[in-house]
């Protein structure tokens, strides 16, 4: 068991949110009980995930994707009532990190992916550096080796903006929905760039610069950061840990 402040003290810590400019409150966002002996871990509070949690008797949460954001009118109605009322009900905490836990050099989303694709980061770019680039195993020198390892990893499909067909050397990544970042991975000197989503313009960007573009998955890019803090934590603090992965399309 922990306290909760023990708790929110060491993510704050092991993060430190207070170098980044977020879109929303990093931190204990739902005050539950006192004391920690379960914590379940997932990419966002969703209300499947707050049901699960409660299930699995979780004395908190840990996400990336948390309930609060920039421009919400405050109203608590809907979808909001259902998930705050749940969390309140069992007394169960809500702990979230976005930014900060995209860009931690080991415990991070950026971090994670890179380990669990089977390469590292030499650089980073990008506003606040949250981008990360480095070099590709030469098995993955053309985009369909490339592609198909993504998706054989991840589980699911990728959609890619093809480039002009160069070796694929130089890989720049920054999960979720980072493709307004393509333009920056170009400018540090990527052949092909990875995240979450993609918009129109990158795939006129891609026929343009002949850099390629692959769109993996928001969700399925952004599942191991948040599973390497919940161990670090739980280890740390001598908590139970599980992940819970809701799965999700986008």
């Not at 994670?112 to 606040?128: I, M, T, V, Y």
């Not at 390629?212 to 928001?218: E, L, Q």
Request: proline share 4%; hydrophobic share 45%; net charge negative.
């Amino acid at each position: 068991m922990a306290h909760r402040t023990e708790l929110e003290r060491l993510l704050a810590a092991t993060l430190e949110p207070s170098r980044f400019k977020d879109y929303g409150p990093n931190g204990l966002q739902v005050e539950g009980r006192e004391q920690i002996g379960r914590l379940i871990c997932g990419v966002t509070a969703s209300l499947a995930l707050i049901d699960a949690a409660i299930e699995a008797r979780a004395d908190a949460i840990l996400v990336h994707h948390g309930l609060f954001w920039r421009g919400q009118d405050g109203q608590v109605v809907g979808w909001m009532k259902q998930r705050l009322s749940r969390l309140l009900s069992h007394d169960i905490n809500l702990f979230a990190y976005h930014l900060p836990l995209d860009a931690h050099p080991e415990l991070g989303n950026n971090a994670q992916l890179a380990l669990h694709l089977g390469w590292q980061a030499d650089g980073r770019f990008g506003e606040q550096d949250l981008g990360s680039i480095g070099e590709l195993p030469a098995s993955f020198a053309d985009l369909p080796s490339l592609t198909h390892h993504l998706e054989e990893r991840l589980g699911r499909a990728t959609v890619q903006a093809v480039g002009d067909g160069r070796p694929l050397r130089r890989v720049a990544w920054c999960t979720g929905g980072a493709q307004g970042y393509f333009e920056a991975a170009i400018a540090a000197g990527a052949d092909v760039f990875i995240t979450g989503e993609i918009s129109e313009p990158q795939a006129h960007y891609a026929a343009e610069t002949g850099v390629a573009f692959i769109a993996a998955g928001h969700h399925a890019t952004e599942r191991y950061g948040v599973q390497a803090l919940g161990r670090h934590v739980a280890q740390a603090l001598g908590l139970d840990y599980q992940f819970i992965d809701i799965p999700n399309p986008a």
